[in-house]
C-alpha cells in the first residue's frame, strides 16, 4: 500500500502547489491592480500640478489650475478606481458586450445594436465645440493615462481572460447613451401597448385601462384627473364573448421571489416594475427653513450593482472672473463622463428625477410590394439605408446582423398585424448630444440652469434647482420633440409630412416653474403638470404618483425644514399605496370564507393584527398583503385584457405604470361582465387569490405563515456583474445582505436591485450642512478601503456629510 500511497501522493502534491502558486500570482496581480493613493506620479499633458486628496471614504477633492486639468485628473481616477464599470457601460450602449463576456451577452447585444450608438457617438465627438472637444480630449486622456498607470489592469480582465480596450472620446458619449437605454424605451413597447388596445379593444375600455391618471395624482401644477367608470356590458361583455375559452397565461417566470431576478446584464432585475427607474427629488424655499437657504434633496433610483453607479467627487478650479472666489463642483459623477452630475456648484444645487415624458414615437411605414426595399417620404419612395453590424463574441466566430434604417430611424419589427415600422428616438440625434458637455458649471440662479438644462440631448429629467438667494424652481432637462399633427400616443405614417417632429422646442416654450407660492415643489416620476405644459411634454407612462403625493403630504405637514428634515422624507417606508388592498383582504375573509381553513384565518389574522402601516422588513402583513395584491392584479388583468394577449404575442400591460388606478376599480366596482368565467362571483376570486398568495408564500420554506416576512419576498443583493460567474468566491464581490425597509411604492424605495442609488440634502453655499448617502463605495477594487465602506451608512440611513472628511491620503499629479 505505500508505494502505492507515494504514487498517489505525489500528484497530489503537484497540484496542490501549482493551486497555491496560482493563488500566489493572483493575489499579487490583485494588488498590483490597486489604485494610487499617496505620493507623486506624472500625467503628461497636465498645464500645472494637481492636488488629488481622499478623504476616509475615499472622496477626491481635485484641485487644479484649469478647468482642463481637473478634467484630466478626474479621467486618470475614474480608470483607476472604476475602469471595468465604465467598459461595460460603453459596451452596452455600443452592444459589444458578447466581445467581453461571450455569448450570454449576445441577445444583448443583438437588441442595441439597431441604434448604431457607435457610429453616433462618433457623429457627436465631431459635432462638439472646441472647448467642449478640448474637455473630453483632456478627460480621454487622464483615462488612459490612470489605466496605464496600474501595474496591472483591473482585476475582472484577469478572470475574463481579455485585455482593457483603450477610452476614446465616443465612448464617453457612449456612457451618456447608456443612460438613455436605461432610463427610456429602447423598442417603443408602451407606445406598442397602447396600439394593440386601440386596435383590438373598444375606445372606452382603452381609455378605462390606460387611464391619464388616478386619485393618486400630486402635480405641482393642476389637479389630479379622474379615474373613467368601468364601461358596462353594453360596450364590451368580455365574460359572455369568451364563454369557455381559457384565460391566457400572462405570468413572467418566476414570480414568486425577487431574488432570482438579480445577476443578469440587463441593467435592472427584469421586472417592469422593478424598470420603473425613477427616483424623488423635492425642495423648500429658504423662507421654509431656519438659515433663510433653500433645501434640495434627490434620491436617485437605479438597479444598484458593485461598484455603485456613481463616483463623489469635488472639483476645484481658479474661477477668472474672481480670483478671490473658485469654481468649485460637490456632488456625484458618472465614472466615463467629466461632468458632476448632481450636486452643487455652491450657487445652485439641481437634482433629477426621470420625467417619463414621451421621448419617442413609433412610425407607420407605407411601403409598396411593387418597391421592394423602399418607403414612402414626404419626398418620395426612398431606399432602406442598410449596416451590416459585425458583433464580436468572445470565444467564438463574430456574427452579422443587418441593420435597416429610415430618415426618422432604426427599423423595429412588424407590429402584431405585421405593418413595417421605425423609431424616432431624441437618443438618435447627434446634434443635441453634443450640445454641452459640463452644464450647471457655471449657473448662478435658477434661471440660469434652466437654460443650460433645457434642449440639452440627455435622457428627459424633471430638474428641481435650489438657489443661493432661496430660490426654487422646476423645469425638463433634455430636448423636447415638436410634434406637429398628433399627440405621439400612437403610431402613425409619417409619410405624407402632416405628422411627425419639426425639431426641438426653444428654450421660451419650456414648461417651467419658479418661486412656487408654498414654497415647496416635489417630483417622483409621476405627471407634473396639466394643460399646455403637458400637451408639450407627451406621456410616456408616467407613474401612479403614489410617492409623489406621499412626498408632498409630509413637505405639506410643516413649516420650518431642516436637512435632517428632508432625509426623513426620504427614509419615509409608509404604506399608504397597499392599506387599501389591506382592506380588500380584509372583506374578502369573512367568516363564511375562512370556514373551517386554519391557513385562511392563519393570513387574516397577520394581515389585521401585523398590520404596522409600513414596509418594514420583518413585516409578514406588508409581504402577504403585497403578494395579494400582485397575484390578484395579474390574474384580473390576465382575462380582462386576454383579447390583446391572444392578438400580439408581445403585448405587455406591465408598461402602463398607472395600471394599479385600473385594476383597483375593478376590484371595488366588481363588474360582472369582466370577471372571469372560471369564478361565479368576484368574492369566489379574491379567496382564491388568497389561497394562491398562501400557496406561494409557503412554497420550499419552512416554518410557518408568520415567518414569511417582507425581506423574504424582497430579497436586496447588490452584486458585482461577475460574481454569480465565479464558483465558490463570487460572493466575495457582492455586498452583504442586508434585511431593508421599503417598496417600489414608498419614497425609500428597495425592490430587489434598485434603490436610491445616491440620496442627497444640499443647500447651495451651506454645502457643510448637506448630507449624501452612497451604497457600497468609491472604489470598484475589492481590495481597496473603499470597496464598501460607504455602504453600512447608506443601509442604515444614518446622515453622513456631503463635504469630503479630513485628508487622508494626497496624490499629486505632477506635468
Known amino acids: 500500500m505505500r508505494p502505492l500511497l507515494r504514487v498517489a501522493i505525489l500528484p497530489l502534491s503537484a497540484l496542490l502547489v501549482i493551486a497555491l502558486g496560482g493563488a500566489v ?25 494637481v492636488v488629488v486628496t481622499r478623504d476616509a471614504l475615499g472622496i477626491p477633492t481635485i ?29 452596452r450602449a455600443a452592444g459589444e458586450l458578447a466581445a467581453l463576456v461571450g455569448g450570454r451577452a449576445l441577445a444583448l447585444d443583438r437588441e442595441i445594436r439597431i441604434h448604431r450608438f457607435r457610429a453616433e457617438a462618433q457623429r457627436v465627438v465631431s459635432l462638439l465645440s472646441p472647448s467642449d472637444a478640448a474637455l473630453l480630449e483632456a478627460y480621454t486622456a487622464g483615462v488612459n493615462a490612470g489605466l496605464a498607470a496600474l501595474e496591472a489592469p483591473p482585476f475582472e480582465y484577469l478572470l475574463l481572460r481579455q485585455d482593457p480596450a483603450p477610452w476614446k472620446p465616443e ?56 379615474m373613467p367608470p368601468v364601461p358596462g356590458p353594453e360596450v364590451y361583455d368580455l365574460r359572455a364573448r369568451r364563454g369557455t375559452r381559457s384565460t391566457p397565461d400572462i405570468r413572467r417566470p418566476p414570480t414568486d421571489r425577487v431574488e432570482r431576478r438579480i445577476g443578469e446584464w440587463e441593467p435592472g432585475i427584469g421586472e417592469r416594475d422593478a424598470a420603473a427607474i425613477g427616483s424623488n427629488n423635492f425642495a423648500v424655499a429658504g423662507h421654509l427653513t431656519s438659515g433663510g437657504g433653500a433645501l434640495l434633496a434627490n434620491d436617485v433610483h437605479l438597479s444598484v450593482r458593485v461598484p455603485n453607479t456613481w463616483y463623489r467627487a469635488v472639483l476645484e478650479w481658479p474661477d477668472p472672473s474672481d480670483r478671490g472666489a473658485p469654481n468649485v463642483m460637490i456632488g456625484v459623477t458618472l465614472p466615463g463622463v467629466p461632468a458632476v452630475v448632481v450636486g452643487s456648484n455652491t450657487n445652485i444645487a439641481w437634482g433629477f428625477t426621470n420625467t417619463y415624458a414621451d421621448w419617442s414615437d413609433i412610425v407607420l411605414l407605407d411601403v409598396d410590394p411593387a418597391r421592394p426595399g423602399h418607403y414612402l417620404t414626404p419626398r418620395g419612395w426612398r431606399a432602406f439605408e442598410r449596416y451590416e453590424e459585425i458583433i464580436e463574441i468572445a470565444g467564438q466566430p463574430p456574427q ?45 440662479t435658477i434661471e440660469d440652469a434652466f437654460d443650460e438644462a433645457n434642449g440639452l440631448g440627455t435622457p428627459g429629467q424633471n430638474v428641481v434647482v435650489a438657489d443661493r438667494a432661496g430660490r426654487i424652481g422646476w423645469s425638463v432637462y433634455g430636448a423636447i420633440p415638436r410634434r406637429v399633427g398628433f399627440d405621439g400616443q400612437l403610431p402613425q ?52 404618483g403614489s410617492r409623489a403625493r406621499l412626498i408632498r403630504d409630509r413637505l405639506a405637514a410643516k413649516e420650518r425644514f431642516s436637512a435632517r428634515d428632508l432625509l426623513d422624507v426620504q427614509l419615509d417606508t409608509r404604506a399608504d399605496f397597499l392599506a387599501r388592498w389591506r382592506d380588500v383582504i380584509l372583506r374578502a375573509l369573512t367568516p363564511d370564507a375562512m370556514g373551517g381553513r386554519s391557513d385562511r384565518r392563519a393570513f387574516r389574522d397577520i394581515v389585521e393584527h401585523g398590520w404596522s402601516g409600513q414596509a418594514a422588513h420583518d413585516s409578514a402583513a406588508y409581504r402577504l398583503t403585497r403578494g395579494f395584491r400582485d397575484l ?24 402602463v405604470r398607472r395600471r394599479d388606478a385600473a385594476i383597483w376599480t375593478l376590484v371595488t366596482a366588481q363588474p360582472a361582465h369582466l370577471l372571469d368565467p372560471q369564478y361565479d362571483t368576484w368574492q369566489e376570486m379574491l379567496v382564491a387569490a388568497v389561497d394562491a398568495t398562501i400557496e406561494q408564500a409557503m412554497r420550499d420554506v419552512s416554518g410557518d405563515l408568520r415567518d414569511r416576512v417582507w425581506s423574504e419576498y424582497n430579497v436586496v443583493l447588490y452584486r458585482h456583474p461577475l460574481s454569480t460567474a465565479i464558483p465558490l468566491v463570487g460572493g466575495w464581490l457582492d455586498m452583504q445582505r442586508a434585511d431593508v425597509p421599503g417598496d417600489l411604492y414608498t419614497p425609500r424605495v428597495h425592490w430587489g436591485a434598485v434603490a436610491a442609488s445616491v440620496r442627497m440634502v444640499v443647500s447651495p453655499g451651506r454645502e457643510a450642512e448637506g448630507i449624501m448617502h452612497m451604497p457600497t463605495g468609491q472604489s470598484g477594487h475589492p481590495l481597496s478601503p473603499f470597496y464598501a465602506n460607504s455602504h453600512p451608512a447608506w443601509v442604515a440611513g444614518e446622515p453622513t456629510p456631503l463635504l469630503p472628511g479630513p485628508t487622508r491620503h494626497t496624490l499629486r499629479l505632477a506635468p
Open 493 to 544: 405614417s409619417w409619410a405624407s409630412g402632416a405628422t411627425g417632429w419639426d425639431g426641438w422646442l426653444s428654450r421660451a416654450e419650456y414648461p417651467r416653474i419658479a418661486d412656487p407660492p408654498g414654497g415647496r415643489i416635489w417630483t417622483a416620476n409621476a405627471r407634473v403638470v396639466d394643460g399646455e405644459m403637458l400637451a408639450r411634454l407627451g406621456d410616456g407612462s408616467y407613474e401612479i
Open 632 to 655: 390578484l392584479s395579474e390574474r384580473v388583468m390576465a382575462f380582462v385584457l386576454s383579447e390583446c394577449y391572444e392578438a400580439d404575442r408581445s403585448f405587455d400591460y406591465t408598461t
Open 25 to 49: 500570482w493572483g493575489g499579487a496581480r490583485l494588488r498590483a491592480s490597486l489604485p494610487q493613493l499617496d505620493g507623486e506620479r506624472r500625467l503628461d499633458g497636465l498645464a500645472s500640478p
Open 63 to 91: 484641485r487644479g489650475a484649469t478647468r482642463l486639468d481637473v478634467a484630466r485628473a478626474t479621467g486618470f481616477l475614474h480608470a483607476q478606481d472604476r475602469f471595468f464599470q465604465m467598459d461595460l457601460a460603453r459596451r
Open 400 to 444: 452579422r446582423d443587418t441593420v435597416e434604417w429610415t430618415i426618422w430611424g432604426p427599423v423595429l419589427g412588424p407590429d402584431h398585424r405585421g405593418r413595417p415600422r421605425a423609431y424616432r428616438w431624441v437618443a438618435h440625434d447627434a446634434g443635441r448630444l453634443a450640445a454641452s458637455m459640463v452644464p450647471f458649471e457655471s449657473a448662478r
Open 171 to 226: 465612448d464617453s458619449v457612449l456612457v451618456v447613451l447608456s443612460m438613455f437605454v436605461t432610463l427610456q424605451d429602447t423598442d417603443g413597447s408602451y407606445e406598442a401597448t397602447l396600439a394593440t388596445m386601440h386596435d383590438v379593444l373598444p375606445a372606452p375600455m382603452v381609455e378605462f385601462l390606460a387611464p391619464r391618471g388616478s386619485e393618486w395624482d400630486a402635480p405641482l401644477v393642476g389637479t389630479a384627473f379622474a
